[in-house]
T-cell receptor, first 112, second 110 residues
Framework: NAGVTQTPKFRVLKTGQSMTLLCAQD?????MYWYRQDPGMGLRLIHY???????AKGEVPDGYNVSRLKKQNFLLGLESAAPSQTSVYFC???????????FGQGTRLTVV | RKEVEQDPGPFNVPEGATVAFNCTYS??????FFWYRQDCRKEPKLLMS???SGNEDGRFTAQLNRASQYISLLIRDSKLSDSATYLC???????????FGKGTKLSVIP
């Protein structure tokens, strides 16, 4: 009964390095989302997907790219990490766009 | 104006107290609302959905006021374990995503 799984859970990057965060869900959900959460800012939507092969920009997409090649996976990429991308990243999935969302455990990323 | 807004708190209440949170929303066509709970350094988890007629789950009551465009969460007989941040959630500008409020922090004090 995994639900939504994110890897890795922690990561430290140097400025300019790249990395990919993986989100996997086993609930056959169409919709998947990537959020970042910073103190005092709440959850902000980075990118989302309404189905396999689709992606769309959210509220704060700059500096990130995403891919949804398989329905169960949603990847978030940072091509050239910056200290401003230090944050906690949450992946979520839902059956429909406005139905309840299930969250992964989060990835704590620090860019130095 | 953000689609969903809530008082950040913190709310510091003694055990056994009743506490209420309100959350305003801007999208008058919104149909789906939720309250999530987030513990420190953990992921948000669904506390309860909010239905038009209001709904109750044990010590928790959620209500929707469409005329004034707000939803509320009432917690009765507060427990120490209720200490957390409560996130109000409603539809965003588009049809494909939910918008989260910034959260209201609750601390229940012995």
């Amino acid at each position: 009964n995994a639900g939504v799984t994110q890897t890795p859970k922690f990561r430290v990057l140097k400025t300019g390095q790249s990395m990919t965060l993986l989100c996997a869900q086993d609930m056959n959900h169409e919709y998947m989302y990537w959020y970042r959460q910073d103190p005092g800012m709440g959850l902000r939507l980075i990118h989302y997907s309404v189905g396999e092969g689709t992606t769309a920009k959210g509220e704060v997409p700059d500096g990130y790219n995403v891919s949804r090649l398989k329905k169960q996976n949603f990847l978030l990429g940072l091509e050239s990490a910056a200290p401003s991308q230090t944050s906690v990243y949450f992946c979520a999935s839902s059956y429909q766009g406005v139905s309840r969302a299930f969250f992964g455990q989060g990835t704590r990323l620090t860019v130095v | 104006r953000k689609e969903v807004e809530q008082d950040p708190g913190p709310f510091n209440v003694p055990e056994g107290a009743t506490v209420a949170f309100n959350c305003t929303y801007s999208n008058s066509a919104s149909q789906s609302f939720f309250w999530y709970r987030q513990d420190c350094r953990k992921e948000p988890k669904l506390l309860m959905s909010v239905y038009s007629s209001g709904n109750e789950d044990g010590r928790f009551t959620a209500q929707l006021n469409r005329a004034s465009q707000y939803i509320s969460l009432l917690i009765r007989d507060s427990k120490l374990s209720d200490s957390a941040t409560y996130l109000c959630v409603g539809p965003g500008a588009g049809s494909y995503q939910l918008t989260f409020g910034k959260g209201t922090k609750l601390s229940v004090i012995p």
